[in-house]
């Protein structure tokens, strides 16, 4: 089953500075598959693209998908006017670059872009593809997130724990509930079961899962928890 809500809210703009203005509003969807990612107002998702260079303090944004092919596939998100958060987006992470003639979004440094194929409201179908000289990402709303992976969080949360812990990490009968718990938390006690330490009275049950853990596995995990089981 696909399920997909899209939050995205475009907020009124602001007095614009120019007539023609029109502000791009980035928002937040959620499926079952992907947890909480970026779409536009319309509810498309937009991606980054790990062959761009991130902007940073002192550095702009290097934005290298730049032949015809690549943005026919994958066209740049463009705003005139700074962008607004939606709901679920965090307006601390917008940005913006400047590339040509244009104003291309950015979030946490990253520039932002469309996948050619998927529509509105619909399951995103560029997610982890590769192509251009880059692997193409889903954009997660928190900066925590962003610098771990969301959707192989949710497979090994789906392989690995939910048939204890529950489909929503609400737990069953004497398997504690993961939800609502930040991440920082969840990294610790998996670490902490993978060092073979006791915490509860049943954690000889939760150190062989944790044991086949890698610290990349226990931040993607850790990270999908928090963020999507409120
Ligand atoms: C075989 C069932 C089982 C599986 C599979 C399992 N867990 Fe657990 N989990 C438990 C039990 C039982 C506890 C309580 C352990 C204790 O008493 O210390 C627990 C505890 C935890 C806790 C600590 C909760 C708290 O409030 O202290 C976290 C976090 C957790 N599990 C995450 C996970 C994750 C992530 C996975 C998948 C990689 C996973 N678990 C897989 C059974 C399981």
């Known amino acids: 089953m696909q399920r997909v809500i899209s939050t ?4 009124a703009l602001a007095t614009p500075v120019f007539a023609q203005d029109d502000a791009i509003s980035i928002g937040v969807a959620q499926s079952e598959k992907f947890g909480h990612y970026l779409t536009d107002a319309e509810g ?5 693209f790990t062959a761009d260079t991130r902007a940073s303090p002192d550095q702009q944004a290097e934005i290298s998908c730049s032949d015809e092919d690549c943005l026919e596939a994958w066209p740049l998100v463009a705003t005139s006017g700074d962008p607004e ?6 307006a601390a992470l917008l940005g913006s670059t400047n590339h040509g003639n244009q104003q291309i979004v950015t979030y946490n440094g990253w520039p932002l872009y469309h996948f050619a194929s998927d529509a509105p409201g619909e399951e995103p179908q560029g997610y982890g593809l590769e192509s251009f000289g880059g692997e193409w990402r889903l954009v997660a709303p928190s900066a925590q997130a962003m610098a771990t992976d969301l959707p192989v969080g949710a497979k090994i949360y789906a392989d690995a724990c939910a048939q204890c812990h529950g489909p929503a990490g609400q737990g ?3 398997f504690p509930s993961v939800a609502g718990k930040n991440a920082h938390f969840i990294a610790s006690r998996l670490g902490q079961y993978r060092a073979g330490e006791t ?7 939760m150190m062989p899962v944790a044991s086949a853990l890698s610290d990349e596995d226990i931040a993607n995990l850790a990270a999908f928890v928090s963020a999507d089981f409120q």
Not at 8 to 11: E, H, I, N, Q, S
Not at 44 to 48: E, G, K, M, Q
Request: no cysteine; aromatic share 4%; glycine share 12%.
């Open 8 to 11: 995205a809210v475009a907020l």
């Open 44 to 48: 498309r998702p937009v991606y980054s």
């Open 85 to 90: 958060a939606g709901e679920g987006s965090d």
């Open 172 to 174: 069953m009968a004497s």
């Open 199 to 205: 915490i509860g009275s049943n954690s000889a049950l």
